[in-house]
């Protein structure tokens, strides 16, 4: 089996991996986002959070509530295409795929120690941020200034859809 598959899992099994994980003494940071046609500002966000320390995991949005977010013609990559490339990245321990539009209901299930956003977001401007203070968990920014974007390389047309 494809290594990289194995830490693809739904929610239910990715709540139950977080418990073994805690069980052994393990810090859990929680990253999320659409991750469409992957760039160097994704690479330096997901390396910036495992840097936190702990087992990084990636919510990664439904091809649905990417579509909501971004507009018609994304995702331009299908949600479960998405989840393998990340799951294949070293620094990532586990990704599951999430049809909401946050990701406030993740957040409740897994209760990450960590909640990273990229530095798009202030610690004040995370929508999620309330979910995770109130169990004791604290939001941190990470991965290099926000001058890497699927959306502007779409605009400038350096990815031409097939």
């Known amino acids: 089996m494809n290594p990289a598959i194995s830490k693809i899992l739904n929610q239910n099994e990715l709540a139950q991996q977080v418990k073994q994980w805690r069980a052994a003494g393990e810090k859990i940071i ?19 959070a495992k840097q936190l320390g702990g087992k990084l995991v990636v919510g990664v949005n439904s091809d649905a509530s990417a579509r909501s977010l971004k507009g018609e013609g994304r995702p331009r990559i299908p949600a479960n295409e998405r989840a393998e490339i990340l799951a294949a990245f070293q620094d990532v321990d586990a990704v599951t795929i999430f049809d909401s539009l946050d990701v406030r209901e993740l957040i409740r299930l897994l209760r990450p120690d960590v909640h990273a956003k990229g530095t798009d977001y202030t610690a004040e401007s995370v929508p999620e941020r309330d979910e995770v203070l109130a169990y004791g968990g604290r939001v941190e920014i990470v991965g290099d200034p926000k001058n890497h974007s699927t959306t502007e390389l779409l605009r400038q047309g350096e990815w031409q859809k097939s």
């Open 30 to 48: 929680f990253t999320n986002g659409c991750f469409d046609l992957l760039h160097v500002g994704h690479v330096r966000y997901l390396r910036g």
